[in-house]
């Protein structure tokens, strides 16, 4: 799909400029992987380690977005597209609508490895991307894009982003016994992964009354997150939440 079909999302729309990455960069992006990646071998959902390897990514270079799109598109028609930093709500709702994932190009310094005040390289690509090569899971963000963009309503809007939260940012799954993490905010996060895998946070069953009920905290760790089954569960989800949207109940 050509960005010609974003209109909203147009003015933030950049060129990735792969060639002006530093080694210093590359060295720092290395870092990060390191990092993670034992834990996360260890307790990633299989769908996200699946993904890891589909998207072609390298653990020791930073990722090219227009590589990683010609990887994903045969499998998902996602694509990673980058942005100039963070989106407006309805620029964002409008790219993933069309299976566009606006993904920032910068990379953090090795003076914050463990924390961004808003998303870069590789937490939008490290965390997010590999989970759109999944099919459930890509054809859920693109109806959650569509569905967001359609309504106007802050307080509709708010409960979305809760179940969006809990979900591609924050979400668990249980797998053979374990809870396995899949949101990008524990899959980038030494610190976030950890708090869940050992055991410092309560995971309740997804259930979308809790979800939606529950608010999001952005200066801690978690207490309470949700542990899905399948991925099945997060579309099944979405539906519901749409149908509570459009009879004016969510
Ligand atoms: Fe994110």
Wanted: charged share 25%; proline share 5%; hydrophobic share 40%.
């Amino acid at each position: 799909m050509s960005t010609a079909t974003l209109s909203t999302a147009a003015p933030y729309l950049i060129e990735q400029d792969y060639s002006a990455y530093t080694e210093e960069q590359h060295s720092v992006w290395a870092e990060l992987v390191r990092r993670v990646l034992p834990e996360l071998r260890r307790h990633a959902a299989r769908e996200y380690l699946e993904g890891f390897e589909i998207i072609g990514l390298q653990e020791d270079r930073l990722p090219e977005l227009a590589a990683v799109s010609a990887r994903l598109a045969p499998r998902t028609g996602w694509n990673s597209t980058p942005v100039s930093g963070f989106l407006p709500a309805p620029a964002f709702f409008e790219m993933l609508a069309s299976r566009r994932f606006p993904t920032t190009t910068w990379l953090r310094s090795r003076e914050s490895l463990e924390y961004t005040p808003e998303p870069d390289i590789f937490h939008d690509v490290f965390g997010h991307v590999p989970m759109h090569a999944h099919p459930v899971f890509a054809d859920f963000l693109e109806r959650y894009g569509r569905v967001c963009a359609a309504i106007a309503d802050a307080g509709v809007l708010e409960k979305l982003g809760r179940l969006f939260w809990y979900t591609v940012e924050f979400g668990v799954i249980r797998q053979e016994g374990e809870t396995k993490v899949y949101g990008s905010g524990l899959i980038s996060s030494h610190g976030e992964c950890l708090n869940v895998v050992e055991g410092h946070c309560a995971i309740h069953d997804f259930l979308l009354d809790e979800v939606l009920a529950t608010r999001v905290k952005v200066d801690e760790l978690h207490k309470l997150l949700f542990a899905v089954r399948s991925f099945d569960e997060i579309y099944e989800a979405m539906h519901e939440a749409e149908r509570r949207a459009l009879r004016g109940c969510l």
